[in-house]
């Protein structure tokens, strides 16, 4: 089963060698650490594996954007454990997100509403937009190729012709609560995040503090977003904007609609489909 997974998952390694090296030593250690405390025979290992050699390859090829997704997931659960109601993150949230636009008004809330969005969605639509309103000039990053990273985060079947986010390689927001929620749930050694032995920890602090400021300051304002393309006149990237733009205009008439105590059920249905056909998009440039 390891064998066929890391099959499924060539084309996206980027060919350094010593990378490559790495992901295979990581992979190695972390499985057998998931077969102690799981056990060899426990049911839930087959479907552990591939998620914790997929974890590693993103960690070790994508640092950077990695650290960001992490980052965000934390400061969430962060939000949700002490009670904050309200902050720039959230808000951030709400103008990117259906399923946190009207609906996280408890706090309670927050965690169980994040882990509806999939993981994919997650990165296009939040991480990438935090992450071009940032400097990077005193920001240290390997990340290999972005396209590969947006790939990867797709391929969630054997044969990664299709994105399903209940697929046997697919990695949800659930799979990376923290350690902490992690033991307080009786699911430990589930958790993707006890098998994170390659994240550069440099790039975990930077990208932390400068997470810091979305817990006060007004949300950034979003940016342009660009088919992930080495040829950016292609005709998918035109496709890709429109739709993008289509789904940012439908979410702000759905704020109006909820504002003025509109239904909002044909816009969430379009917004979907939007949303499905840019992934599909996406798998198809991959």
């Known amino acids: 089963n390891d064998r066929k997974c890391l099959v499924s998952f060539v084309p ?5 060698p010593r990378r490559m090296k790495r992901i295979i030593n990581v992979f190695n250690v972390s499985r057998h650490i998931a077969e102690l405390r799981c056990g060899k025979l426990s049911a839930n ?38 009670h904050i109601r309200d902050s720039s ?3 951030f949230l709400q103008g990117n997100f259906t399923q946190f636009d009207g609906n996280a008004l ?16 997650l990165y296009q639509n939040g991480v990438r937009h935090l992450m071009s309103n940032e400097d990077w000039s005193n920001m240290p990053s390997n990340d290999s190729d972005p396209q590969l990273f947006e790939g990867l985060l797709l391929h969630s079947t054997p044969g990664g012709k299709s994105a399903e986010p209940d697929g ?4 949800s927001v659930r799979d990376l609560m923290s350690i902490g929620r992690e033991m307080r749930s009786q699911e430990y050694g589930e958790c993707l995040r006890s098998y994170m032995f390659n994240m550069p920890m440099a790039i975990v602090d930077k990208v932390a503090k400068r997470m810091e400021k979305y817990k006060t300051n007004p949300p950034p304002q979003i940016s342009g977003t660009t088919f992930p393309s080495k040829h950016p006149s292609t005709k998918k990237q035109l496709v890709y904007e429109e739709i993008t733009e289509n789904i940012r205009r439908l979410m702000l008439e759905r704020r109006e609609c909820k504002k003025e105590g ?25």
């Open 12 to 16: 996206y390694i980027d060919g350094n």
């Open 45 to 82: 290992l087959g479907s552990l594996g591939p998620k914790i050699l997929k974890l590693t390859i993103l960690l070790e090829q994508w640092p950077c954007r990695m650290a960001w997704l992490l980052q965000i997931i934390e400061n969430v659960e962060q939000m949700c454990s002490h």
């Open 89 to 91: 993150l959230i808000q």
């Open 106 to 121: 408890d706090e309670s809330t927050y965690w169980d509403i994040l882990c509806t969005i999939p993981i994919q969605d």
């Open 168 to 171: 046997p390689y697919a990695i």
């Open 262 to 286: 509109l239904p909002t059920v044909n816009v969430d249905a379009v917004i979907d489909q939007l949303q499905q056909e840019r992934r599909t998009l996406m798998l198809t440039h991959n």
